[in-house]
């Protein structure tokens, strides 16, 4: 009868088997959350304490945004090409991947930066904005960053981007926003996306984007540069 024992032990393990597979009851059933939707990871910045220009003769302009002015660092051509035009310029970032100007007026740095009174320009963008909510993120807070800027004796300045080029047909939509941002607003309008849809309309090149195809490529980068200069000394 040992074969009798030995089946008898067989059919317990297996029905102890299926019991632990069995589906936890959902009184007992672990609970899962969601992770946080984490916020972006901040490239090099200045820290939120306002510093005087080093002379009394430069020009300060204040960058805000994110990676479309950080990319190939863009307020330090700016500079570079100030230098080269005579003028004695000094630049500051305040730049955090995928910020928009929402995000960047929550965090409160850059009503601190703006209230010292250290800057003669405040050159402010966020994404492409053709959408209907980055218009109204744009204008909103555009006009609140406005209303310090003019406390502060400071101009502010739109520096208009660009879609993905996938998104090219939303063009358009980016122009007009930026540009309605800086009307309402009476404000400077940096008009580098407008600059790189006309070269791209009339030679067909699109070696002002990136490998990416949205962020620039250092031409990109050094015609925004030019496009903002430009626009604030003319």
Known sequence: MKWLANLACLLILIVSCQASQDPVAPSQAPVISKPAKPRPIP??????????PSTATAKKILF??????YFNDLPALVKQIAAGQGREVEVQSLTFGN???EDHWNDGCVQVLIASGYYDFVVVQQGPSSQAEGRAILLEYGQLLKDLCQKADTQLAFYMVWPALANYANFDGVIK????AATTTKSILCPAGRVWKQHFDDTGDFSYYGPDSFHPSLLGSHVAAQSIYESLFP
């Open 43 to 52: 490239p090099p910045s200045i820290p939120c304490t306002p510093v005087p």
């Open 64 to 69: 805000v945004g994110n990676s479309l002015t």
């Open 99 to 101: 910020y928009a100007l």
């Open 177 to 180: 926003n930026y540009s309605d």
